[in-house]
């Protein structure tokens, strides 16, 4: 297990509403990264944050974003939620200037009615 | 556009047989490679990376290639045990100066004991 957690583990919500997912990274961790996955399928990147800043970001719209705190945890809030935002949320952390696994958390199983 | 391809269809072995999974990329340049597993319900493990630079490398029973000319990457599993059944994701990362991580779809691997 890693020391990567995410809450909460599962959430419904209603498409148009909007849905913020925690993660808490692993200690000493100063990069977080968000990755969506649908069924079956590998996961995508939506963005990264380094230190507060967002440091690159996949092809996602506008209404998904992101916060870093000084305590390296992080948000994802994802607006005006749509049916195809079902998936499981997946955050990564890692330590930057240093090796380049990536230390997943178990998870935010997200459905959209 | 870049595409990373894994076996979709099922792998199945008998114990104490070798698994040999495969990861095909086009349109891509990656820095390092990394293979996960991942199991129902979790987030993916980080197993092994390998460098644009390296051939090959071993970690216990498992051992990957990475061949930068064919574009493939071999992950095989020696002496495998019905503990190894889980999907395995291929990862490519490093081709911009962030650490996103670019995945495939998965090969499910299922040992028959």
């Known amino acids: 297990e890693t020391g990567v957690t995410q809450s909460p583990t599962h959430l419904i919500k209603t498409r148009g509403q909007q849905v913020t997912l925690r993660c808490s990274s692993q200690?000493?961790?100063?990069?977080v990264s968000w990755y969506q996955q649908a069924l079956g399928q590998g996961p995508q990147f939506i963005f990264q944050?380094?230190?507060?800043?967002?440091?690159g970001r996949g092809n996602f719209p506008p209404r998904f974003s992101g916060l870093q705190f000084p305590n390296y945890s992080s948000e994802l809030n994802v607006n005006a939620l749509e049916l195809d935002d079902s998936a499981l949320y997946l955050c990564?952390?890692?330590?930057?200037?240093?090796?380049?696994?990536?230390?997943f958390g178990p998870g935010t199983r997200l459905t959209v009615t | 556009s870049q595409k990373i391809e894994q076996n979709s269809e099922a792998l199945n072995i008998q114990e104490g047989k070798t698994a040999t999974l495969t990861c095909n990329y086009t349109?891509?340049?990656?820095?390092?490679l990394q293979w996960y597993r991942q199991d129902p319900g979790r987030g993916p493990v980080f197993l092994l990376l390998?460098?644009?630079?390296?051939k090959e490398k071993r970690k216990e029973r498992l051992k990957v290639t990475f061949d930068t000319t064919l574009k493939q990457s071999l992950f095989h599993i020696t002496a495998s045990q019905p503990a190894d059944s889980a999907t395995y994701l291929c990862a490519l990362g490093g081709d911009t100066g962030r650490r996103a991580l670019t995945f495939g779809s998965g090969t499910r691997l299922q040992v028959q004991p």
């Open positions: 944050y380094y230190r507060e800043e967002e440091n």
């Open positions: 390998i460098r644009e630079n390296e």
């Open positions: 200690s000493g961790h100063n990069t």
């Open positions: 990564a952390s890692s330590l930057a200037d240093s090796s380049y696994e990536q230390y």
């Open positions: 349109n891509y340049s990656p820095a390092y």
